[in-house]
């Protein structure tokens, strides 16, 4: 359903597209654990620290793909906000060609970097072929990854955030069928896992694709609408490549972190890996509300309504600052007990080191909150340079703490290395958000 957010109280339209962004968000983590509770359940620790230690290579790559997706997005709510129907439509067709080309470009480097990667972060011995085998499928998948994003962007800048939660559902089920079929009917391993995942996001695209023909006859094409256009395509990098970096940039500071975190052993990489696919489900909850600001301030922008940016984002913030509280006392109290979704109970260190992991970061919630909402609200300003240097920020200093702690401390370091890392980010983000906002009003009036 499309939905303007220039006109109408900014909680309700808030709230109207933040919850299906996070019920699609939900079916989307249990997409991606399907594969690492099946595998752990069916092959034991081992498997599951194998997939758990491609987990910060897959959010390097897949996350550039959400990330340019992401932004290709934000220049087209501009123009849904401003009811420019027409370079709706020339924007779309333009954003489809960069897509195909950094996928199949995104898709050879992935490939054939992946073992070296695994090697170069000291992925242990005993899991590296593993690792190896589940992260090359997934990367030979990462068109379908690109172009479901930049389908979802679509329908989300136009403010449908209902029909993406539809094909994540579809996606979702799909892929425990046929985790359920590749690593325990017919036993390929971790590689099963990962052809399951990918012939779910094929079919999540193809439904997309097929809903935007169907149902939204603003976007369907002209001829003049299909011809290239340098000068958009030049707005619609210098929009998606930084928010792009920036969530790559992110993940190569968790890459750094994995690494260390590889050197603690095979155990510590299932602890981590199991607490952080649990405390997952208070990201999602806070990063959809960001995400939601990203498309408020953009469609906001493009119609000039400066004040309701304003007021959008502060209730935004209010609405995460809650949920971060909530969500934090719950896996503060019970998020180990969901670890038992990918660890066997007799693992009693291990899950005891997944309840040390869990309690340390959610003190820092609030902090995730601030961080989500301000640099979110950035972008959908028009403005992906800062969060660029956001995630520039976040990096050094998780990596910082990777490399200088971690290795000498062990398990503690680890613990604190992502939460502490949102910081910088929140003192560069809330500045530059009231300083562009302000110079937005400026070049308006």
Request: proline content about 3%; glycine content about 8%; hydrophobic content about 50%.
């Amino acid at each position: 359903m499309i939905r303007d957010m220039t006109s109408g109280k900014p909680l309700r339209l808030i709230l109207s597209f933040a919850i299906p962004l996070l019920l699609g968000n939900l079916f989307q983590q249990i997409y991606n654990m399907a594969d690492t509770a099946i595998v752990g359940r069916f092959m034991g620790k081992e498997a599951l620290a194998a997939v758990g230690a491609t987990g910060s290579i897959s959010n390097l790559v897949i996350g550039f793909t959400a990330g340019i997706a992401a932004g290709f997005g934000i220049v087209l709510a501009a123009y849904f906000g401003a009811s420019d129907h027409e370079r709706m439509r020339h924007c779309v067709a333009n954003m489809i060609y960069l897509a195909t080309a950094v996928s199949v470009l995104l898709t050879v480097t992935a490939v054939c970097l992946a073992r070296p990667i695994l090697i170069w972060m000291k992925t242990p011995s005993d899991i590296i072929a593993d690792s190896y085998h589940y992260i090359v499928v997934v990367f030979a998948g990462i068109s379908a990854t690109m172009f479901y994003n930049v389908l979802a962007n679509i329908l989300r800048a136009l403010g449908d955030s209902r029909s993406p939660l539809y094909f994540l559902i579809l996606s979702c089920i799909l892929n425990v069928l046929l985790d359920i079929l590749f690593v325990v009917a017919i036993p390929l391993g971790t590689a099963g896992a990962g052809l399951a995942t990918v012939l779910a996001q094929i079919c999540s695209a193809m439904a997309c694709l097929f809903y935007i023909k169907k149902r939204l006859p603003m976007l369907r094409f002209t001829r003049g609408d299909l011809r290239p256009n340098l000068g958009l395509m030049k707005r619609l990098m210098l929009q998606g490549l930084p928010m792009a970096l920036q969530l790559s940039i992110t993940a190569t500071g968790a890459i750094i972190l994995q690494s260390a975190v590889n050197s603690l052993g095979s155990d510590t990489v299932a602890a981590v890996t199991a607490a952080t696919k649990v405390q997952l489900f208070a990201f999602m909850l806070l990063e959809s509300l960001g995400v939601t600001m990203a498309t408020y301030c953009s469609q906001n922008l493009g119609a000039g309504k400066y004040c309701r940016i304003r007021q959008g984002v502060h209730t935004g913030l209010a609405v995460s600052l809650v949920c971060s509280v909530i969500s934090g006392v719950l896996i503060y109290t019970l998020g180990h007990y969901a670890a038992l979704l990918f660890l066997n109970s007799a693992e009693i260190s291990v899950l005891s080191s997944v309840k040390q992991f869990l309690r340390v970061g959610t003190a820092f919630y609030p902090v995730l909150s601030f961080m989500y909402i301000y640099r979110n609200s950035v972008q959908g300003l028009g403005y992906s340079l800062p969060a660029m240097l956001g995630g520039v920020l976040e990096m050094v200093t998780r990596s910082f703490v990777a490399l200088f702690f971690v290795y000498r401390i062990g398990f503690d370091a680890a613990c604190v290395a992502q939460p502490v890392s949102w910081i910088p980010v929140v003192l560069l983000m809330v500045p530059t958000y009231y300083i562009q906002l302000r110079k937005q009003e400026k070049k308006h009036s």
